[in-house]
T-cell receptor, first 112, second 114 residues
């Protein structure tokens, strides 16, 4: 069983709506949590990076981590067609280089 | 900076053939990794390196070999290609900031084994 689970979607939303993406994880030792965005036929690019529990905001993007329920969320406000991509969550334990665990990715489609 | 570059972009192999996927980075990052991405499976770690001369296995290492003779280059060798190795391969490099790492990915190599 994968240590990070993610609904593959696709998730279709109208332009301007809030996109809500979620992941769950099973490894209690995970301390760092990331969201990557991957456009079609491109490599993933780091979008958000959080440590432990709490919220982090960057422009239209908000990442949340709830360690008590092992839940990771990404919210995209005022979604744009350019936000159409696959979003992958990932995590790893502290000082455990090489142990990145990725979710399968959720495809998001923002329709004009 | 070119970042992380990968060659070739596309490759078709016959079962049993061998080949090397090239990866280079110009950011002087210590850490480099190879992943494969398959539908519904996400990114799975094949091999990784924490510095020149040091490599280790990831989650799915069978059928692949790596070496790291320089900081910049991290080639991935397919020893005897099998249809199960049909996938998109991504190379990534990373630097360490205290206990955190940020990975930068290359554009990928699409490999088909017939």
């Amino acid at each position: 069983q994968k240590e990070v689970e993610q609904d593959p979607g696709p998730l279709s939303v109208p332009e301007g709506a809030i996109v809500s993406l979620n992941c769950t994880y099973s490894n209690s030792a995970f301390q760092y949590f990331m969201w990557y965005r991957q456009y079609s036929r491109k490599g993933p690019e780091l979008l958000m990076y959080t440590y432990s529990s709490g919220n982090k905001e960057d422009g239209r993007f908000t990442a949340q981590v709830d360690k008590s329920s092992k839940y990771i969320s990404l919210f995209i406000r005022d979604s744009q067609p350019s936000d159409s991509a696959t979003y992958l969550c990932a995590s790893y334990e502290t000082d455990s280089w090489g142990k990145f665990q990725f979710g399968a990715g959720t495809q998001v489609v923002v329709t004009p | 900076n070119a970042g992380v570059t990968q060659t070739p972009k596309f490759q078709v192999l016959k079962t049993g053939q061998s080949m090397t996927l090239q990866c280079a980075q110009d950011m002087n990052h210590e850490y480099m990794s190879w992943y494969r991405q398959d539908p519904g499976m996400g990114l799975r770690l094949i091999h990784y390196s924490v510095g020149a001369g040091i490599t280790d296995q990831g989650e799915v290492p069978n059928g692949y070999n790596v070496s790291r003779s320089t900081t910049e280059d991290f080639p991935l060798r397919l020893l005897s290609a099998a249809p199960s190795q049909t996938s998109v391969y991504f190379c990534a490099s990373s630097y360490r900031l205290q206990s955190s790492y940020e990975q930068y990915f290359g554009p990928g190599t699409r490999l088909t084994v017939t």
